[in-house]
């Protein structure tokens, strides 16, 4: 199995930038698609981007396509997610999740592997 911990969450205004990023430890990390989910407040858990096994392979949910950009370094066993103009609908705490069933995945059901989140607040 692999255990996954998320960092760089943080406070950032609105149109700003972060990067979060996932490690991994355990399991070779290249056996595991990977993504990331988001959780506001008193809403499910939803995908927001989610990459292959190779990193060949990404996928974005609307919201965040032109701005997100995920990706993995295999080497270094970690995922990220650069955001970019960011918007106040951002705001959630931020999961890593890794599958290894299938070489991409955007089904929530999906991941065997949950990070304990990471909160992202965009101010307007």
Same mark, same amino acid.
């Given at each position: 199995?692999?255990?996954?911990?998320?960092?760089?969450?943080?406070?950032?205004?609105?149109?700003?930038?972060?990067?979060?990023?996932?490690?991994?430890?355990?399991?070779?990390?290249?056996? =595991?698609?990977?993504?990331?989910?988001?959780?506001? *407040?008193?809403?499910?858990?939803?995908?927001?981007? !989610?990459?292959?096994?190779?990193?060949?392979?990404?996928?974005?949910?609307?919201?965040?396509?032109?701005?997100?950009?995920?990706?993995?370094?295999?080497?270094?066993?970690?995922?990220?997610?650069?955001?970019?103009?960011?918007? *106040?609908?951002?705001?959630?705490?931020?999961?890593?999740? !890794?599958? *290894?069933?299938?070489?991409?995945?955007?089904?929530?059901?999906?991941?065997? =592997?949950?990070?304990?989140?990471?909160?992202?607040?965009?101010?307007?």
């Amino acid at each position: 199995q692999v255990q996954l911990v998320e960092s760089g969450g943080g406070l950032v205004q609105a149109g700003g930038s972060l990067r979060l990023s996932c490690a991994a430890s355990g399991r070779s990390f290249t056996h =595991y698609a990977m993504g990331w989910f988001r959780q506001a *407040p008193g809403k499910d858990r939803d995908i927001v981007a !989610a990459i292959s096994r190779s990193g060949s392979s990404t996928y974005y949910t609307d919201s965040v396509k032109g701005r997100f950009t995920i990706s993995r370094d295999n080497a270094k066993s970690t995922m990220y997610l650069q955001m970019n103009s960011m918007k *106040p609908e951002d705001t959630a705490v931020y999961y890593c999740a !890794a599958d *290894p069933h299938r070489t991409l995945t955007t089904m929530i059901t999906d991941y065997d =592997y949950w990070g304990q989140g990471t909160q992202v607040t965009v101010s307007s």
